[in-house]
C-alpha cells in the first residue's frame, strides 16, 4: 500500500503489532503485509519462543519487549515508534489495548492509533458490566451469575440446571485462571471445576 506516511514519506506505511504470540496477531500481520505495508511485531520475552507472528514472511523486524502489564512498557513502545517512524499503533489484546488508551497523550503525537476510548474498552473487558447494558438496552444475553465466593458457588451448584458453562468475570480475571472456561453437565462437578481452573471471581 503505497501512500504517504506521517513524516512525509511516499513509500510503504509502517505498522507495529502487538502481542505476537496471540493467535489472530498473525492474521494481522498477514493481511497488512499482503497489502505492502512493512509489519514490525512486538512480543514478550516469556513468549519469544511461541510467538507465532515472528515466524511469517511478512513479519519485517522481531522487536522484543516488556509486558503491557510492566511500567515501562508504554516508554518501550513509544522509544520503538520514533525509532521506526511507525504510522500506525495496532494493540492486539485487551491488556495492551488499555495500557495504550490510558497513555494516548503521550503516544498519540507519535503515530496513529484506532482504538475506542478507555471507558469502552474497559466495558467491553467486563461481562459483567456488558450484561447489565444488554439488559439495559433489551437485549437477549445468557442467565448469568456471579457468585462471590466459593462457598457461594456450592450453594448455587444445588439449584441451577444444568449445563452450565464457567467463565471469568472479565478479561483480568481470565488472565489469572488456570484453565479455559469449561461446560459442567451436573452438580457434582461444579464446585471442583471452578477451584480447579481457579477464577477470580470478583472484578479487580
Same mark, same amino acid.
Given at each position: 500500500?503505497?501512500?504517504?506516511?506521517?513524516? =512525509?514519506?511516499?513509500?510503504?506505511?509502517?505498522?507495529?503489532?502487538?502481542?505476537?504470540?496471540?493467535?489472530?496477531? +498473525?492474521?494481522? /500481520?498477514?493481511? #497488512? =503485509?499482503?497489502?505492502?505495508?512493512? /509489519?514490525?511485531?512486538?512480543?514478550?520475552?516469556?513468549?519469544?519462543?511461541?510467538?507465532?507472528?515472528?515466524?511469517?514472511?511478512?513479519?519485517?523486524?522481531?522487536?522484543?519487549?516488556?509486558?503491557?502489564?510492566?511500567?515501562?512498557?508504554?516508554?518501550? +513502545?513509544?522509544?520503538? #515508534?520514533?525509532?521506526?517512524?511507525?504510522?500506525?499503533?495496532?494493540?492486539?489484546?485487551?491488556?495492551?489495548?488499555?495500557?495504550?488508551?490510558?497513555?494516548?497523550?503521550? #503516544?498519540?503525537?507519535?503515530?496513529?492509533?484506532?482504538?475506542?476510548?478507555?471507558?469502552?474498552?474497559?466495558?467491553?473487558?467486563?461481562?459483567?458490566?456488558?450484561?447489565?447494558?444488554?439488559?439495559?438496552?433489551? /437485549?437477549?444475553?445468557?442467565?448469568?451469575?456471579?457468585?462471590?465466593?466459593?462457598?457461594?458457588?456450592?450453594?448455587?451448584?444445588?439449584?441451577?440446571?444444568?449445563? /452450565?458453562?464457567?467463565?471469568?468475570?472479565?478479561?483480568?480475571?481470565?488472565?489469572?485462571?488456570?484453565?479455559?472456561?469449561?461446560?459442567?453437565?451436573?452438580?457434582?462437578?461444579?464446585?471442583?471445576?471452578?477451584?480447579?481452573?481457579?477464577?477470580?471471581? +470478583?472484578?479487580?
Amino acid at each position: 500500500m503505497a501512500a504517504i506516511a506521517r513524516d =512525509g514519506r511516499e513509500n510503504n506505511l509502517k505498522a507495529l503489532v502487538t502481542d505476537a504470540s496471540n493467535d489472530f496477531t +498473525l492474521d494481522i /500481520v498477514r493481511c #497488512l =503485509g499482503k497489502r505492502g505495508i512493512d /509489519v514490525y511485531v512486538r512480543g514478550k520475552p516469556s513468549t519469544h519462543g511461541l510467538d507465532v507472528s515472528f515466524h511469517s514472511r511478512y513479519c519485517k523486524e522481531k522487536i522484543i519487549g516488556p509486558d503491557p502489564k510492566k511500567d515501562e512498557y508504554v516508554e518501550f +513502545l513509544a522509544q520503538t #515508534l520514533r525509532s521506526r517512524n511507525i504510522d500506525i499503533l495496532i494493540p492486539a489484546s485487551y491488556f495492551s489495548t488499555e495500557k495504550i488508551a490510558r497513555n494516548r497523550t503521550k #503516544l498519540d503525537p507519535l503515530t496513529h492509533i484506532e482504538i475506542a476510548k478507555l471507558e469502552s474498552i474497559k466495558l467491553a473487558g467486563s461481562k459483567k458490566r456488558t450484561y447489565e447494558l444488554a439488559k439495559a438496552l433489551g /437485549v437477549p444475553y445468557p442467565k448469568t451469575i456471579y457468585p462471590r465466593d466459593f462457598d457461594e458457588v456450592k450453594e448455587i451448584s444445588r439449584n441451577i440446571k444444568y449445563p /452450565v458453562v464457567i467463565k471469568p468475570i472479565s478479561a483480568r480475571a481470565e488472565a489469572k485462571a488456570t484453565g479455559k472456561p469449561v461446560t459442567i453437565e451436573k452438580e457434582e462437578t461444579l464446585p471442583d471445576a471452578t477451584t480447579r481452573i481457579q477464577y477470580t471471581l +470478583l472484578e479487580d
